[in-house]
């Protein structure tokens, strides 16, 4: 008797809830986001998680899409690329969804954008860097700035800050080699010299080696980018070793000072992504405060929140929500100029955002500024 | 130059406490301890954790060191002593097993994230160019005097005099009625000892981190070889070669045979420079470089 009744409840329930997703289904379009939100990027995924929570609330509350509610399902990537693949299809094949946005490691984002172009899902990149992001084919897009661009503007900016002879350090993955590599390129087209570089391998406890290595080229200052810890170990072994008394560049500065005691840090210099700005960009940034009651934690937010906004205006703009109707919208929107938090956003022939911002930071009095 | 000097001092400051322990134990029980410098890191953490709960950093080193000592003579007596029956090859793949049990403790315990001890941030020492820290001034002098002290040790006193007889004859210092149990417990513990010290004093720069024994692995073996495995002061005289080799090779600019200004080999791959001087040591003097002392008393 009991068993029945049980089997009973089972089935109204899944009828219930086929009724109700099938409803849910009609009036809301959803696209799918994969972030890391556990392992070590944590604290970066659920960033841009906020931002893209926001940009749902905000495109919902002016109307949504093509008369819909705009849904963002999003997965975890657990920082591994399997489970990132496993969450991707996912989406494609169970949620149906017709765009992608994410993730954050270029390792973990290109295998994932690879499967999701060939599936004909579109993919809109809102966190990695590599170069290879602008190769994944024509129905992926991005809006974040890559290697490339970053590494011709640290260059231009080290260089306009007088320094001409620089010592490089890196760590040794794909993303250092990239920074050591493009920096180098970009800073001798400018007429300055590398001096010495050194790729570190991660995970160390000391680098002291590698930087009296690096010391032995004299160099009127530092390049460095590094992941949180490490950057801690080589700020204070550089401080130790008398080599902070020229100036220390840091590419990517939150997580070059993020983990590094205050005192060594005062006065660091670098770049970064570009933080939301202007009148738009303040406005995000009190909503965020207010929704999430805290500031930002990184740089990236303000790519999943533009990253939303995007795509809604692409679906809008496609008038359909198939994958090809919202790759004619994004290409649409991007040749028009679409104006985000980060800045606008326009695409050039490969679907890459042009002249992608970035800031000049200083690190002073306690937390990093504009300079 | 003086940089230098400074830093093949500072190298052989880390190897030093742990290669003389490794071999003087040796000496007695005749199998390579493996594990030996797993006990370094977990004296590193032993002595972050009790630093951490707010012992002074003294008394941390202090407790954390007799404390590794400790843990040295119970896996000795619980393990290898067994283990021993055997034969010092079925030792030596144990302590190999032990090593990982270790790794994998501290790991679980402590999370692969390094810890570093909180100190405040002091100015180094600057004389004539060169720079030390005054943690790693405490750590060389503090070495220097514990070596002193086991010169005296082993060559002025009774104890020491038991300890080499028992190393070169076991047979013929037990008929002369030598504790040979109570001597090998004793020099368990002080090598323990000495391995925790240098394991936390070593991580006091750099940080409690797991692979702080891995990554002294090779050069304290290739130290304590090259000194003959069993003669304690020839394994410090080991670990200042290694320690030299090291630091020269770091400093060599390749750049002139590029066509570059600067160019040096990535540090990852200096250990082999060690290696290749512990290969030829093999070939030519296998029994290390002072063997002479190693066979006699």
């Given at each position: ?371 | ?18 290669t003389l322990?490794l071999s003087m134990l040796y000496g007695l029980i005749k199998f390579p ?55 010092p ?65 082993l060559f ?7 300890m080499r007889a028992l190393a070169c004859n076991p ?49 304290v073996f290739a130290a304590a070889i090259l000194g003959g495995l069993g003669n304690p002061l020839g394994a410090v005289a080991g670990a200042l070669l290694i ?31 060690s290696?290749?001087i512990l290969l030829l040591a093999l070939l030519f003097k296998p029994y290390g470089l002072f063997d002479r002392e190693v066979r006699r008393v």
């Amino acid at each position: 008797m009991k068993k029945r009744n049980f089997l009973k409840l089972a089935a109204g329930t899944l009828l219930v809830s086929g009724i109700f997703s099938t409803a849910w289904a009609q009036d809301t379009i959803s696209i799918g986001a994969v972030l890391p939100l556990t392992g070590p990027s944590a604290t970066v995924g659920e960033d841009i998680r906020r931002g893209i929570e926001l940009g749902v609330e905000h495109v919902n509350a002016n109307g949504g899409v093509l008369g819909k509610k705009l849904n963002v399902i999003i997965e975890d990537s657990g920082n591994n690329p399997t489970s990132a693949l496993t969450a991707a299809r996912k989406l494609a094949t169970v949620d149906k969804v017709p765009a992608v946005m994410g993730e954050y490691s270029s390792s973990i984002t290109l295998p994932m954008a690879q499967y999701l172009v060939k599936e004909n899902v579109v993919h809109l990149n809102i966190g990695s860097s590599s170069n290879k992001i602008r190769e994944l084919g024509p129905s992926a897009f991005n809006i974040i700035g890559l290697e490339e661009n970053g590494n011709r503007f640290a260059a231009k900016d080290v260089y306009d800050l007088g320094h001409r002879n620089i010592a490089l350090i890196a760590p040794n993955n794909a993303y250092g080699q990239g920074v050591a590599h493009g920096f180098k390129e970009e800073f001798e087209k400018l007429g300055g010299k590398v001096t010495a570089q050194v790729l570190y391998t991660g995970g160390q406890s000391t680098y002291r080696r590698e930087l009296q290595q690096l010391a032995r080229a004299n160099p009127d200052a530092f390049l460095y980018t590094a992941y949180g810890h490490e950057s801690a170990v080589i700020n204070r072994e550089g401080k130790e070793l008398g080599l902070r008394n020229v100036p220390w560049y840091a590419y990517i500065m939150s997580m070059s000072v993020s983990d590094t005691p205050a005192e060594i840090a005062e006065g660091q210099i670098g770049m970064e992504l570009g933080s939301p700005t202007g009148e738009l960009g303040k406005k995000y940034e009190e909503a965020f405060k207010a929704k999430h009651s805290e500031g930002f934690k990184t740089a990236f937010n303000g790519y999943g929140y533009d990253g939303v906004l995007l795509m809604a205006a692409a679906i809008e703009k496609g008038k359909g929500t198939s994958p090809a109707e919202i790759v004619a919208g994004l290409k649409a929107a991007g040749a028009e100029g679409f104006t985000g938090v980060t800045g606008e956003i326009k695409f050039d022939d490969e679907g890459q955002r042009i002249d992608p911002p970035y800031d000049r930071l200083k690190y002073e009095g306690g937390k990093l500024v504009l300079r | 130059m003086l940089q230098f000097l400074v830093d093949a001092l500072l190298r052989t400051a880390d190897l030093a406490l742990i290669t003389l322990g490794l071999s003087m134990l040796y000496g007695l029980i005749k199998f390579p301890n493996i594990a030996h410098v797993q006990y370094a890191m977990c004296g590193a953490f032993l002595a972050y954790a009790l630093n951490s709960i707010g012992l002074p950093l003294v008394v941390a080193l202090v407790l954390a060191s007799v404390l590794t000592g400790v843990l040295t003579l119970g896996v000795q007596l619980l393990v290898f002593d067994r283990l021993l029956k055997s034969g010092p090859a079925i030792a030596m793949i144990g302590s190999l097993a032990v090593s990982m049990v270790l790794v994998a403790c501290v790991l679980g315990l402590a999370g692969s994230f390094p810890h570093m001890f909180s100190m405040p941030y002091t100015e180094p020492l600057v004389f004539g160019g060169a720079r030390i820290s005054k943690t790693q001034l405490w750590f060389v002098a503090t070495t220097v005097v514990l070596l002193a002290l086991f010169v005296l040790l082993l060559f002025h006193t009774q104890i020491g005099r038991a300890m080499r007889a028992l190393a070169c004859n076991p047979a013929l210092a037990d008929a002369s009625g030598l504790n040979a149990r109570r001597i090998t417990n004793g020099v368990t513990l002080i090598s323990g000892m000495l391995a925790g010290l240098g394991g936390s004093m070593l991580a006091l720069s750099t940080g409690a981190h797991v692979n702080l024994g891995y990554d002294l692995l090779l050069p304290v073996f290739a130290a304590a070889i090259l000194g003959g495995l069993g003669n304690p002061l020839g394994a410090v005289a080991g670990a200042l070669l290694i320690a030299l080799t090291e630091t020269t090779v770091t400093n060599i600019n390749f750049g002139p045979l590029f066509g570059e200004y600067l160019l040096f080999l990535p540090v990852s791959y200096i250990s082999a420079a060690s290696f290749l001087i512990l290969l030829l040591a093999l070939l030519f003097k296998p029994y290390g470089l002072f063997d002479r002392e190693v066979r006699r008393v």
